[in-house]
Nanobody, 124 residues
Framework: QVQLVESGGGSVEAGGSLRLSCAASARTYCMAWFRQAPGKEREWVAVIRTGLNITFYTEAVKGRFFISRDAVQNTLYLQMNGLKPEDTAMYYC????????????????????WGQGTQVTVSS
């Protein structure tokens, strides 16, 4: 069992920045950030293959969001810059213990462990 605890959400004006954190109780091979806006399905935002630090982003956030992981603290981050109103959502940290040799596969795994979510609201 992996415990995930997110923090760092809040309200910001368009163009602003926020950094989300996710403290994990154990290391897993794939970690990710997902988001879910009201009335929409949950979507993946960014994933990282830990150890290799290979990252992938959904098209809507490329160049604005950056996922990273502190291996010592076992903490996942999502730096969000240039925020837009359409980024408003509940953001979730996720982790999966499945061994992954192809980093891109971290986008397809069915994540087993989830955090409680942190709200991000961007006003125009």
């Amino acid at each position: 069992q992996v415990q995930l605890v997110e923090s760092g959400g809040g309200s910001v004006e368009a163009g602003g920045s926020l950094r989300l954190s996710c403290a994990a109780s154990a290391r897993t091979y794939c970690m990710a950030w997902f988001r879910q806006a009201p009335g929409k399905e949950r979507e993946w935002v960014a994933v990282i293959r830990t150890g290799l630090n290979i990252t992938f982003y959904t098209e809507a956030v490329k160049g604005r969001f950056f996922i990273s992981r502190d291996a010592v603290q076992n903490t996942l981050y999502l730096q969000m810059n240039g925020l837009k109103p359409e980024d408003t959502a509940m953001y979730y940290c996720a982790a999966d213990p499945t061994w992954i040799d192809v980093p891109a596969s971290c986008r397809q795994v069915k994540y087993v462990y989830w955090g409680q979510g942190t709200q991000v609201t961007v006003s125009s």
